[in-house]
């Protein structure tokens, strides 16, 4: 602490005080701390509750009192464990989306340096005021936005606000714009940000809630307004089917009484006996098992689920907004041309500290390039552990990379050249270097930006030796490769005759070439995003970086190929100004946007989502934070996103690799295919009692089963082969096929042809059946065990029809799915394990039947078989037929 203390005494400008105790004390209540607040969060308890607050929560309570009323405990007990598991799950989702408001909160935490009252002070960061004098020292996390009074060789990341990989310079001498975004606000340091290197002074101008993090705090803490796709989806879908049971079941009363000749007990007992039957009460359960599965596969593809109902998101999302660093890009910048004087152009293959190599005739014209890039640097690259290891500034690490392609041992150059000065890099000067001993003669080695080096060199390096420079032609290479957008870097050199003093000797340099450097693509980003686009799924691109650097990205992913396909922070806010339709207008057809602040990210989400997509956005830091809370789903960035990201992501990729977002998409649309299969399977069933029912009112016969034959029925029928269907695996289709329309319930026209043609197979057949018996005059009790009997055999039949939508049963491998396989024998054993067992088949009214009943009625269930077999026939011959129309309207 004595060293801080003498280190900040020696940099306090004498004219500057600072505030005074008296000053700040009245700040600080005017104000308030410099910290995020914080909303007291909802307790366990209460979270709990709200978890019961859903109409589908209320069919299935319903089910259980009706259980209750007709003394079948077991069934009771287990639709309450469903609902409580069902409730555990959701607490437990709710209660760590909290934790978000927090890890912002810690962005700000930790100390400051300050100067009040004349004197340096070293104070709690949630006590700095608007007004004080702040002091920046390299690893100092900035406290507050603060506007430079003095730099010296300060750079700055600022990555978890922009986005942009690179440390900032930052300097007092530029002139911003009222409005520019962050990242070309160079004369201004932002709470939590990091210094990277260099000191500085500042004046603070936001604390709290009014910094450009806090404004992100705002919008992270705000109540989410959007939904996983199902939630949505399974809202609207209880809705109907409550409306639907409601009505069937005062229709049954009103066709009872039009008939007449039941007595009220019996009205009631089947009107019981069709709520029973019409409850999908299995739905939650199997529900919970498909996303539990998917969730598992996704871990095998790098995909964590941080809420269960997200696992289905990515298959339902249109539309995907990516961040560029670290996602589509290997976020580790790498040289990838270099160009010397006379316009010889090297590629140079490789990512980061990868194996690579240089192409080009004579590749040795670069040795002294390579060796002024590693003299004039202040990194390390080793090798241990299995691994290169690097410490220091990327551009830095990027030179010494080149050199070892090129064969050099950087730990060689440095021992045969001793350093004599160093001349550290300063944004205002736009240069660094290194004075180097080179055969005991003095060597300046430079390397900047290449207008400094143009301004400091009068020759340049030949094959044939040192010429004079030609200005025009290396400005014209300078161009064409920021155009691209390269990073450009050049170097040169000079032989000076004293060895101190080396920036008096800067004049006169010898020019040597040009690097361009980029955050190259990852290799299979492009493959990955072609797979979106296949299957229907659009992608964007929104980074922090510069537009020429977002559009060289973009075409090699082939998001955009022209300029004018890129639209800028600036431009969305002009836009904003004339109306949200100017807005929408100016976004709507484009897929790449740079220089974006936070918040516009979440303005472009929203507007995506107007325009009725389901929306994805990934992203690693708190800029991408309000984007990823207001999308449909969030994906954080598992290796290099920040706390806050994963906070309030509902999925993070392990791996930081657009490709595992395309395998989470695909593991999504199985598992939302899965639940749409058991859907389809516990409506069908459901329709097919409905009609049951309504058939045997309609000819004027008892009750054709029992409320406790209909609850095991559920149970034997769909209990066990409903929860065993959503282990199905994928059909292969799933990444070809586009995704559902948004507006596309889950009750669309195939579920509903599938219950349709399946539910009134097996309703019409089991009433053919039931009426048959009775009409031959069999005892009631046995033409129910018969009837009851036909049912478990067609859930059997049903639950195997439904492994696919649209494929032949013969198709599919059998053995793909081995819980179905197993379930479905098993249902059948219990029943017939129940008709022998004394206290079972005395409750439920039922006993056993002959092998030749058995088969009599196995005979009549494979009826349905065939029938749905035709089904899909033509289901595949329409399909074929509207693509094949969809081909000829494009041709």
Known sequence: MTVLKATIDMYIDAKEQGLSSVDAAQRLQEYGENRLPSSKPSSLILIFIKQFLSPFIYILCV?????????????????ITVLFINAIIGTIQEYSAQKSAHALKQMIKGSAHVIRDGNAQTINAECVVPGDLLLLFSGDKVAADIELLAAQDLAVDESMLTGESLAVAKNTHTKVKKGAPISDQFNRCFAGSIVTHGRAQGIVINTGLNTEIGNIATHVSAQRISEPPLLIRMRKFTYKVAFAIIISILMLIFLMLLIGGYETDIMVMMAIGLAVSTIPEGLPAALTVALAIGMRRMVKHHVIIRKLVAVEALGS??????DKTGTLTVNELTIQQVVLPEGDIYKVSGQGVADGTIEGENIMQLRELCITGVLANESHLDYSGGEWASDGDIVDIAFLVLAKKLGLSVSDIRKQQKQLEIIPYESEKAFGGSLNLNQEQPCLYVKGSPEKMLELSTHMHSPSGTI????????AQFEQLAGKGFRIIALAIRQIPTAKNA???????????????????????????????????????????????ALAIAIELGLASLQSQVVTGPMIKEAQKISTQNFDDLIRS??????????????????????????????????????????????????????????????????????????????????????????????????????????????????????????????????????????????????????????????????????????????????????????????????????????????????????????????????????????????????????????????????????????????????????????????????????????????
């Open 317 to 322: 999302c249109t539309f995907i907004c990516s």
């Open 63 to 79: 089910a259980a009192i009706v259980s209750f009323m007709v003394k079948q405990l077991p069934s009771a007990v287990f639709i």
């Open 503 to 549: 920036l008096d000797h800067l004049e006169g340099m010898t020019f040597l070439g040009m690097v361009a450097m980029i955050d190259p693509v990852r290799p299979e980003a492009k493959e990955a995003i072609k797979k979106c686009q296949t299957g229907g799924i659009e992608v964007a691109m929104l980074t922090g970086d510069h537009p020429a650097t």
């Open 590 to 891: 484009v897929r790449v946007f740079a220089r974006i602040e936070p918040t516009q990210k979440e303005m472009i989400v929203d507007s995506f989502m107007r325009a009725g997509h389901f929306v994805a956005v990934t992203g690693d830091g708190v800029n991408d934070a309000p984007a990823m809370r207001r999308a449909n789903a969030g994906i954080a960035m598992g290796k290099k996103g920040t706390d806050v990201a994963k906070e309030v992501a509902d999925l993070i990729i392990t791996d930081d690799n657009f490709s595992s977002i395309v395998n989470g998409i695909e593991q999504g649309r199985i598992v939302y295919n899965n639940i749409r299969k058991v859907i389809a399977l516990l409506i069908a069933t459901g329709f097919s009692a409905l009609l049951l029912f309504f058939l045997t009112v309609l000819s004027g016969l008892p009750m054709p089963l029992t409320a406790i034959q209909l609850l095991w029925l559920n149970l034997i029928a769909n209990g066990v082969q409903d929860v065993a269907l959503a282990f199905e695996p994928k059909e292969g289709n799933e990444l070809t096929e586009p995704p559902r329309k948004p507006s596309e319930p889950i009750f669309e026209r195939g579920i509903i042809e599938h219950v349709v043609v399946n539910g009134t197979v097996m309703g019409v057949l089991a009433f053919t059946t039931f009426f048959y018996l009775i009409k031959m005059e069999t005892d009631l009790h046995n033409a129910r065990n018969m009837t009851l009997m036909l049912m478990v055999l067609f859930g059997n039949i049903h639950v195997l029809s439904s492994r696919s939508e649209k494929k032949s049963l013969f198709s599919l491998p059998l053995f793909s799915n081995p819980f179905l396989i197993l379930a479905v024998p098993i249902a059948q054993l219990i029943h017939i394990g129940a008709m022998y067992t004394p206290v079972l088949n005395n409750v439920l009214q039922i006993q056993p039947i002959t092998v030749a009943q058995w088969g009599g009625l196995l005979s009549v269930a494979c009826t349905l078989f065939f029938a749905e077999e035709v089904h899909k026939y033509f289901l595949r011959k329409k399909t074929v037929r509207n693509k094949n129309q969809q081909k000829s309207s494009r041709s």
């Open 468 to 475: 004079p420079i030609d200005h025009k032609k290396i400005q």
